[in-house]
T-cell receptor
Framework: EDKVVQSPLSLVVHEGDTVTLNCSYEVTNFRSLLWYKQEKKAPTFLFMLTSSGIEKKSGRLSSILDKKELFSILNITATQTGDSAIYLCAVTGNQFYFGTGTSLTVIP | GAGVSQSPRYKVAKRGQDVALRCDPISGHVSLFWYQQALGQGPEFLTY????????KSGLPSDRFFAERPEGSVSTLKIQRTQQEDSAVYLCASSPGGGRTSGLYGYTFGSGTRLTVV
């Protein structure tokens, strides 16, 4: 059965901390892995990863994919309260699968 | 419009009532997707349109759920005889590309409709 598993389910950190969010998957005919940030309702796109070992970076956020071990990590450095959100991992294969998300809370 | 627009933002329905949720995708976007997101869960796929054709409805949980996109733009998700387990946020997303999983880089979500069945 195809699945996407994210960990941890929730995380509380202090401003300035660095966090690492995990996404592992078992998906038939893998094509890409995507990270989204969800505040309120609409997920907003962060990264799309298709190749192993190539880091994508945007400001304090970065992500990398390991297609051999079937996982990806999303790193956020120097966290800010505005980073508080649910971070969703999605994998495309024969279908498009979301994980249940990691809820990140950054406290001042 | 500039983004994907969904209406209503909130809907409270009595159990057994029929509801209709509307999605206005970005103009010209070929692909349109509906997702159901229960509290604390990731979005679950419901159905996919390429223009007016409903190419995949495998995620619709029962025959009470029906979606259409008759002119290849606006889409409506209808839920008949609503039940409490239908309570969720219903997300719509559109993409300029065709194909089941293509165009995901430009995959834009609407803000969703929160349905509460009482």
């Amino acid at each position: 059965e195809d699945k996407v598993v994210q960990s941890p389910l929730s995380l509380v950190v202090h401003e300035g901390d660095t966090v690492t969010l995990n996404c592992s998957y078992e998906v038939t005919n893998f094509r890409s892995l995507l990270w989204y940030k969800q505040e309120k309702k609409a997920p907003t796109f962060l990264f799309m990863l298709t190749s192993s070992g190539i880091e994508k970076k945007s400001g304090r956020l970065s992500s990398i994919l390991d297609k051999k071990e079937l996982f990806s990590i999303l790193n956020i450095t120097a966290t800010q309260t505005g980073d508080s959100a649910i971070y969703l991992c999605a994998v495309t294969g024969n279908q498009f699968y979301f994980g249940t998300g990691t809820s990140l809370t950054v406290i001042p | 419009g500039a983004g994907v627009s969904q209406s209503p933002r909130y809907k409270v329905a009595k159990r057994g009532q029929d509801v209709a949720l509307r999605c206005d995708p970005i103009s010209g976007h070929v692909s349109l997707f509906w997702y159901q997101q229960a509290l604390g869960q990731g979005p679950e796929f419901l159905t996919y349109f390429q223009n007016e054709a409903q190419l995949d409805k495998s995620g619709l949980p029962s025959d009470r759920f029906f979606a259409e996109r008759p002119e290849g733009s606006v889409s409506t998700l209808k839920i008949q005889r609503t039940q409490q387990e239908d309570s969720a946020v219903y997300l719509c997303a559109s993409s300029p590309g065709g194909g089941r999983t293509s165009g995901l880089y430009g995959y834009t979500f609407g803000s969703g409709t929160r349905l509460t069945v009482v």
